[in-house]
Each structure stands twice: as structure tokens, then as C-alpha cells.
């Protein structure tokens, strides 16, 4: 059902917003969330809804290996585990291994032209395909029941593919965030007429995928980046997505823009920066944690004594 979508995790930077969490890490989608990592945690809801086609874009080749590194099956230190009767960690382990018949593939972002870049980079190793792009420092996790967000969005895409489907939080500050705006997104609003706020995932259609490689193309051939987005020096995935509607509009085709709002059965667990990303620790050892019922019970204890 979803092979005709390649999911994009957004792994590159330098991370400095997480520092020093993030200082010695090759990325920080690989820095705790409970009993895993935030990588992992992106990684599951793809493949839990039955999807295979993963692109992991980083900085460099390096990045790259400390990803297969961190990603491989390692079955040998979870037997060993067992064999120490450590169950519940070796369950910890388990979770993060990737099924093998997951299509992984990584890319190199070596330059920080923006996340429309990292599209366009993403698109040429699966050019038939949709993308779904994720920033892995959105965690979406689930308060309703069912499948995940990220499974509800994607079938809501494919109910029409001439659509862009981007995650809508209600906010009260969206100053740091896109909106919808007389049909087009605008990008850290001063005057915002909407507070429901753009996240990741976000699903985007195989044309606006082709443009971003044509203009990646275009920019490695001229060296011009075409850009007109409010972070200077970046082509960001608003400029991409306002530039494809506006092409659609001329050529008679229009596409839908659409915020997928349904917070009363999701929550964001935004990690983008250090006291936030220290937040949804707590979050995640206390309320998802193998071992929550004894963390709760610590802190208690903590906060007894303060």
C-alpha cells in the first residue's frame, strides 16, 4: 500500500540548539527518548504501519556510518542479555532493530541549503515515489487509540493525491512556524491569521518532489540557489511547496493545501532545543519507560525531599 512513498527523516545539522546533549553525538535524533532513541522512535511508527522505503539524509559520509552503526541488528548482545536475564532490556534492545526487508538508504546533505535541499537530494533515489518528510525532533506520539498520526495522515493523503498534508498543532505563538495564508504558506508569520502551526510529517506529492531535484539539479549546475524564504541562505520546503502551488494554479491542475489537525489524538513532543528536549525526557521516562513505575516512584521520592 505505501510503496510509492519514500519517508525522508531529516538527520543532518549540527544540532548546537540540543547542546551540550547533542556535543558528542553525530546527530540528535540519536539521543535518548525513554528506554531508545528519538531515531528509533521515528523509525517504528514507519514501519509499524507497514512501510519500507526509509531515506536517511545526513551531513556527511561519516554521519552515515554512525547511523548503520547505531541502526544494525545486533542479535549477539541481546542473546547475551537474555542469557543474563536481563528480559527487559534485551526487549529494549529488540525494538530498535529494523525489519530486514526495510529499504534503508542514505544520502549527503554536504552543504546547509535548507529542507527543500534535502528533498530534492532525497527525490533522486526514488524518483516515483511521494515523500513524506520528517523532522525527527517532532515526536508525534499517540492519546487516542488506534493507528499512529503518521499512519492516519498518510491514508488521508491517499484519499487525494493532489494534495500537500502537513501536521497542524494549535498554538497560541506560531511565530517560529509556517501557517496557511491565503492559500500558501507563509513562513514565521508577524501577523499571523491563523495559530495552528506546520510540523513534521509532512506528506508532499510526487511534483512537488520532481521540482525540488530539478531546482537541486539546477543549483549544482549554476551554483545559484533560488531561495526566497525567511531564513537567509536556505531554500526551505515553504518556498518549494508556494512555488509548485503557484505552477499547478498557471497550468490549470490546482492542489490542495491542508493543515491535518486532529491534536485530541495526538500530542507533539517538540525536542528542537535543549529545556524542551529535557521536558519530553522526563515525558518519556515516566510515562513510556519499561521501567516508569520506578522512575515515577524516584521522583516522588525526589520531590518529597525538596
Known amino acids: 500500500m505505501y510503496d510509492h512513498i519514500e519517508f525522508i527523516v531529516a538527520c543532518g545539522g549540527r544540532s548546537t540548539r540540543n547542546y551540550p546533549h547533542s556535543k558528542a553525538v553525530a546527530h540528535k535524533s540519536l539521543m ?72 534503508l538508504k542514505f544520502v549527503v546533505q554536504s552543504e546547509p541549503l535548507g529542507t527543500a535541499h534535502v528533498l530534492g537530494l532525497a527525490h533522486r533515489v526514488s524518483l516515483d515515489r511521494h515523500g513524506v518528510l520528517i523532522f525527527p525532533d517532532d515526536i508525534i506520539l499517540n492519546t487516542g487509540n488506534g493507528d499512529s498520526h503518521l499512519k492516519k495522515l498518510v491514508d488521508e493523503f491517499l484519499k487525494n493525491e493532489q494534495q500537500v498534508l502537513i501536521t497542524g498543532v494549535e498554538k497560541e505563538d506560531v511565530s517560529n512556524n509556517s501557517i496557511i495564508q491565503d492559500g500558501r504558506l507563509i513562513e514565521k508569520p508577524k501577523n499571523p491569521t491563523s495559530f495552528i502551526g506546520g510540523y513534521s510529517p509532512m506528506v508532499l506529492p510526487k511534483g512537488v518532489m520532481d521540482l525540488a531535484t530539478a531546482k537541486t539539479d539546477r543549483y549544482e549546475q549554476t551554483g545559484i540557489l533560488e531561495a526566497s524564504s525567511a531564513i537567509a541562505g536556505e531554500w526551505i520546503y515553504t518556498d518549494l511547496v508556494n512555488e509548485f502551488l503557484d505552477n499547478m494554479d498557471a497550468a490549470g491542475t490546482p492542489y490542495g493545501l491542508e493543515m491535518f489537525v486532529k491534536t485530541d489524538e495526538y500530542m507533539l513532543m517538540d525536542t528542537g532545543t535543549l529545556p524542551l528536549y529535557e521536558q519530553c525526557q522526563l515525558y518519556a521516562l515516566l510515562k513510556q519507560s519499561k521501567f516508569k513505575d520506578a522512575n515515577l516512584t524516584y521522583v516522588k521520592q525526589l520531590l518529597s525531599e525538596m
Open 32 to 103: 535518548p527518548f525513554g528506554d531508545v532513541r528519538l531515531i528509533d522512535i521515528v523509525l517504528k511508527d514507519i514501519v509499524d504501519m507497514g512501510a519500507r522505503h526509509i531515506t536517511l539524509v545526513c551531513s556527511n559520509a561519516e554521519v552515515i556510518e554512525v547511523f548503520k552503526d547505531a541502526l544494525k541488528t545486533d542479535t549477539k548482545t541481546e542473546e547475551k542479555l537474555r542469557k543474563a536475564g536481563r528480559e527487559v532490556i534485551a526487549d529494549a534492545l529488540r525494538s530498535t532493530f529494523l525489519p530486514d526487508d526495510v529499504d
